[in-house]
């Protein structure tokens, strides 16, 4: 068995992905630009209005990108009529694993650079930035770990568990590192402080995310067959 990925195949498989969802997801990045810019305001209550709207957009983002592609195609059947076309395990596993990451990842990356631009761009201090880029490596990773968990659990409630679970621990992560002085106290500044603890829980976020992806992708893509 080759075990060479079939690209022209994976690549159409990722734009049926894309075209299917786009619009849907242009509606999350026009909700993103509400909330930024109510948090642009720079007021106390625009504020917290605008970063609560921030994270409702960016949950209800991913667990779209995740929901669409991978658990209303299975309750519809829809990828037992991929499976049956001229592709492996590892071309379907690539597929679907670059088709989520490109519809979760175009508006998660568009709401990170507004956020950071509306941070430097208006009153709120700069020391912000830090913060914010944690906050959005905890949905980055609570992302990669529902999606290798519905990549390979069939279970609509246990896939539906994970990612409301994964997706809560945003606040009490907030309150957490709303509690460490290295990363709090800079946050009120205007000197954007990359301190240790920012730093080693950031590079944990990104490793975590990248194994749970790569585990995904050797575990299912490795099989001589679906089934």
């Not at 991978?70 to 309750?75: D, G, S």
Request: charged share 10%.
């Amino acid at each position: 068995m080759s075990f060479a990925p079939n690209l022209p195949l994976i690549r159409l498989l990722v734009v049926k992905d894309w075209q299917l969802f786009q619009k849907q997801l242009a509606a999350y990045v026009l909700a993103g630009i509400i909330a930024l810019a109510l948090l642009g305001l720079a007021k106390p209550w625009a504020f917290h209005l605008g970063a609560t709207l921030l994270l409702v957009v960016l949950v209800a983002a991913a667990c779209f990108a995740i929901s669409t592609s991978l658990l209303v195609e299975r309750k519809e059947q829809t990828l037992a009529f991929v499976m049956s076309l001229p592709v492996t395990p590892l071309d379907f596993t690539l597929a679907k694993l670059a088709g989520n990451l490109l519809t979760f990842g175009v508006p998660y990356l568009v709401l990170l650079g507004g956020t950071a631009m509306v941070i430097l761009g208006t009153p709120i201090p700069d020391g912000f930035v830090v913060f914010a880029v944690l906050v959005f490596g905890h949905v980055l990773l609570a992302y990669g770990l529902s999606l290798a968990v519905a990549m390979r659990v069939e279970s609509e409630g246990w896939n539906t568990f994970v990612m409301i679970a994964s997706m809560v621990l945003v606040n009490p992560f907030i309150m957490v590192i709303g509690q460490i002085d290295a990363i709090a106290g800079p946050a009120r500044t205007d000197a954007i402080t990359w301190s240790a603890p920012a730093l080693a829980i950031l590079a944990a976020q990104i490793l975590l995310f990248a194994l749970a992806i790569a585990w995904t992708a050797w575990s299912l893509g490795r099989r001589p067959a679906f089934y």
